[in-house]
């Protein structure tokens, strides 16, 4: 299981995908301000096949078979670092055809 300090939804809509399941994807961008031994982290899922609610949290289960368990009070980057990453992730994925874009945080998690 992966306890993010941070967390975004991304929404991946690639028009171009031979696959239609994959046209349309919803994936976890999860980071971490680090400390004095880490540095700053960041990851994102393969892409979420079913989600949990609970009081604090949300489960994000991944195609991959992962666990994000996130904080609801969380939403958002770490820092400016993981923010430029995300930032830098969707630029290239225009150059390709591909939109992403960063869900809001009153989003319904249940009904992706």
């Given amino acids: 299981?992966?306890?993010?300090?941070?967390?975004?939804v991304v929404k991946v809509v690639n028009p171009n995908a031979t696959d239609p399941f994959l046209r349309?994807?919803?994936?976890?961008?999860?980071?971490?301000?680090?400390?004095n031994s880490n540095g700053e982290e960041w990851r994102m899922n393969s892409g979420i096949n079913r989600t949990a609610e609970e009081d604090s949290?949300?489960?994000?289960?991944?195609?991959?078979?992962?666990?994000?368990e996130c904080n609801k009070n969380?939403?958002?980057?770490a820092s400016n670092?993981?923010?430029?990453v995300l930032n830098s992730i969707i630029s290239k994925a225009r150059k390709f055809g591909v939109t992403i874009t960063i869900?809001?945080?009153?989003?319904?998690?249940?009904?992706l």
């Fill in 74 to 77: 969380a939403y958002g980057t």
């Fill in 103 to 111: 869900l809001p945080e009153e989003t319904d998690w249940l009904n």
């Fill in 81 to 84: 670092y993981t923010n430029g």
């Fill in 57 to 68: 949290t949300v489960k994000f289960y991944g195609y991959s078979d992962s666990l994000y």
């Fill in 24 to 35: 349309t994807i919803h994936k976890v961008f999860a980071s971490w301000d680090g400390d």
């Fill in 1 to 8: 299981m992966t306890k993010p300090e941070y967390w975004v």
